[in-house]
C-alpha cells in the first residue's frame, strides 16, 4: 500500500461497494505529503470507476510507474496518466 491504508474504510460489503462506485478515494499525497504528484495521477487512473479511464493492462500500469520511479514522462502517456507540466 502505498499510504499505508486502504483507499476506502466500510463497514460491509455493500458500503464498500457504494463507495467504490461513488468514486473519489483521496489521492495518496493527502494522507503522505511527500507523495509524488505524478503518483497520484497514476492511482486515480488505476481506480478510475469506469474501465475506459484505466490503464489498458497491468503491463501498462507498471511501464507507467517505471517511468516515474526514474523521472521520465514517456511512459505515463501509455498508461492514460498526463505527463507532469514542464516548466
Do not use: C, N, Q, Y
Not at 507523495?35 to 474501465?51: E, G, I, K, Q, S
Not at 514517456?74 to 498526463?82: I, K, N, Q, T, Y
Amino acid at each position: 500500500l502505498l499510504t499505508g491504508r486502504r483507499p476506502f474504510e466500510a463497514a460491509s460489503m455493500s458500503e464498500l461497494g457504494w463507495k467504490i462506485m461513488a468514486g473519489g478515494a483521496p489521492a495518496p499525497s493527502t494522507l503522505v505529503p511527500d507523495v509524488d504528484p505524478r503518483r497520484d495521477a497514476l492511482v486515480a487512473r488505476a481506480m478510475a470507476v469506469d474501465p475506459a479511464g484505466r490503464p489498458p493492462t497491468a503491463r501498462h500500469l507498471a511501464e507507467a510507474l517505471r517511468a516515474i520511479i526514474s523521472g521520465s514522462s514517456s511512459g505515463l502517456a501509455a498508461a492514460g496518466a498526463p505527463a507532469p507540466a514542464s516548466g
